[in-house]
């Protein structure tokens, strides 16, 4: 494990100041906690010296080509066991910034992460919306799409996964949609070749089993939440959410907050999961007027 870089007061100091890394270190313990940081790549998250962190990516050389990347202690792809490629559990934390949405089988992800952390201990992440983005174009993921990844047991992108992300990214960035520029008009992000670029690099990637990076799935954080929703009545999501933080004018991401909770009755979890869904959902559904008001005013 690394040991973080930043005195207790530095890290204190900035994360005052840095809502991102707020949002990403909510509920870590202080000044000491032992955790983990999946696709850290070059910027992993500022954390102070009394926390201790391994990192983790889908292959320990996901990010060699990229100067300035972290090492990777250890590979695991979301399908398996991670507490069996750790060889512990019981910790206190995780962090995923900007990681899920490449994850082949998020369920399968949040179930091995879940496995892993000690009752109370936290998974924070940030996920694209996929609204204000290249992503823009594209239709919500759906329980039936996040099902079908985990009862396949994906460990690598679907050929489907890399064929959407390929074809149907736009050449848009977040400025220009908070700007007013509608996506509905933006160009293929591939181009007039995007089509058969989609369906070759899906094939090659089928053939040879490469593992390709690729946006596998796509979120607002309403749909995000109504997916989490099902997956939990399904009994495959076992987290309890504590935090949604919807996309704030200018950027493209949101945060989400969960816990492993300490009950182990399974009717009583799922009364939890309920209604913190329910109160989350009326804070962002809330929101949501509250900035549709705004904005014909």
């Known amino acids: 494990m690394h040991s973080g870089s930043l005195s207790l007061d530095a890290f204190l100091g ?10 990403l270190t909510h509920d870590v313990p202080l000044p000491v906690a032992q955790g983990l940081e999946f696709g850290p790549a070059d910027n992993p998250t500022a954390l102070p ?44 934390f995780a962090i995923a910034a900007q990681v899920a949405q490449y ?26 919306d996929r609204r204000f983005m290249f992503d823009a174009g594209r239709a919500d993921s759906t329980i039936a799409e996040l099902t079908e990844a985990d009862l396949l047991n994906y460990d690598r992108p679907s050929p489907r996964q890399i064929f959407a992300h390929t074809y149907q990214a736009l050449a848009i960035e977040p400025k220009e949609i908070w700007a007013g520029e509608d996506p509905g008009r933006a160009p293929r ?11 070759e690099q899906a094939s090659e990637a089928l053939a040879s089993g490469r593992y390709q990076d690729c946006h596998c799935w796509v979120f607002t954080p309403l749909s995000f939440l109504d997916a989490v929703e099902a997956a939990a ?12 933080a919807a996309t704030e004018p200018d950027q493209f991401e949101f945060y989400v907050s969960m816990r492993r909770d300490g009950e182990t009755d399974p009717q009583a979890l799922r009364s939890m999961q309920e209604g913190a869904i329910a109160h989350l959902r009326q804070i962002l559904e809330r929101q949501q007027r509250t900035a549709t008001l705004l904005a014909t005013r």
């Open 189 to 199: 992000r591939c181009g007039e070749a995007a089509l058969a670029l989609a369906y």
């Open 49 to 92: 010296e009394g926390i201790r962190v391994a990192y983790v990516d889908h292959a320990v050389d996901a990010q060699a080509s990229l100067a300035g990347a972290v090492p990777i202690d250890h590979a695991w792809t979301g399908s398996g066991s991670l507490a069996a490629v750790l060889g512990r559990e019981g910790l206190d």
């Open 103 to 128: 994850v082949p089988n998020l369920l399968g992800w949040f179930r091995g992460i879940h496995a892993v952390l000690r009752p109370g201990g936290v998974l924070n992440l940030s996920l694209p």
């Open 14 to 23: 900035r994360r005052s100041a840095d809502r991102r890394l707020a949002r």
């Open 233 to 244: 009545r399904l009994g495959l999501f076992p987290f309890v959410l504590n935090r949604i």
